[in-house]
């Protein structure tokens, strides 16, 4: 079971950056892989990035990459999403998720001038 | 990257009867450690997406029976046995066996 918690969407301006935080609870954080994954208004899923159970191992989509950086504090249980020079094209929604099997209900992110 | 594609892309189904949603792969999806990572995920609206089956053919804890998966190799599919009103919703394949990992476009389901 468990529970993720995700926080710190907003609306923001191109260019400018944001945090995302997921707090976890009900699991040996540690012990997992965790991801983000995006929706776009309307849209599909979209993997954006995932980070190894002790933070040494990431990938990026290529749709992020040098933007974006995920990292994690297994000692506060807290997944973390650094997102800079943000484009119109990143709103979505930000989900984090245990492998695929335990989603977040995410947080918005609009990035609009 | 690995191309996920889903058909039909939306589906009206009467109450009761089956339903099925196909995934084709671009690619073959076993890992190099034998397993093969694809699994379905039901996003009922307004809310996050949910694992249903996972490992091509198992069924998470929780998702009632009457969601089964199959394929092999490139193909796979996800089967309703009896829709029920509860399954309305956007279904999505996705592969976790290369990065980045990748969904299908998602398949409607509606109620007839």
């Known amino acids: 079971q468990g529970q993720l918690v995700e926080s710190g969407g907003g609306v923001v301006q191109p260019g400018e950056s944001l945090r995302l935080s997921c707090a976890v609870s009900?699991?040996?954080?540690?012990?997992?892989?965790m991801h983000w994954v995006r929706q776009a208004p309307g849209k599909g899923l979209e993997w954006v990035t995932d980070?190894?159970?002790?933070?040494?191992?990431?990938h990026y989509a290529d749709s992020v990459r040098g933007r974006f950086t995920i990292s994690r504090d297994n000692s506060k249980n807290m997944l973390y999403l650094q997102m800079n020079s943000l484009r119109a094209e990143d709103t979505a929604v930000y989900y984090c998720?245990?492998?695929?099997?335990?989603w977040g209900r995410g947080t918005l992110v609009t990035v609009s001038s | 990257d690995i191309v996920m594609t889903q058909t039909p892309l939306s589906l009206a189904v009467t109450l009761g009867q089956p339903a099925s949603i196909s995934c084709r792969s671009g690619?073959?999806?076993?890992?190099?450690?034998?397993?093969?990572?694809l699994s379905w995920l039901q996003q009922r609206p307004g809310q996050p997406p949910r694992l249903l089956i996972y490992?091509?053919?198992n069924r998470f804890s929780g998702v009632p029976d009457r969601f089964s998966g199959s394929g092999a190799g490139t193909y796979f599919t996800l089967t309703i046995s009896r829709v029920e009103a509860e399954d309305v919703g956007v279904y999505y394949c996705?592969?976790?066996?290369?990065?980045?990992?990748?969904f299908g476009q998602g398949t409607k389901l509606e109620i007839k």
């Open positions: 996705t592969q976790a066996t290369e990065f980045p990992h990748t």
């Open positions: 998720a245990k492998g695929f099997d335990l």
């Open positions: 009900g699991f040996t954080f540690s012990n997992y892989a």
């Open positions: 690619e073959g999806l076993v890992h190099s450690d034998g397993n093969t990572y």
């Open positions: 490992g091509i053919s």
């Open positions: 980070i190894s159970l002790d933070g040494i191992y990431t």
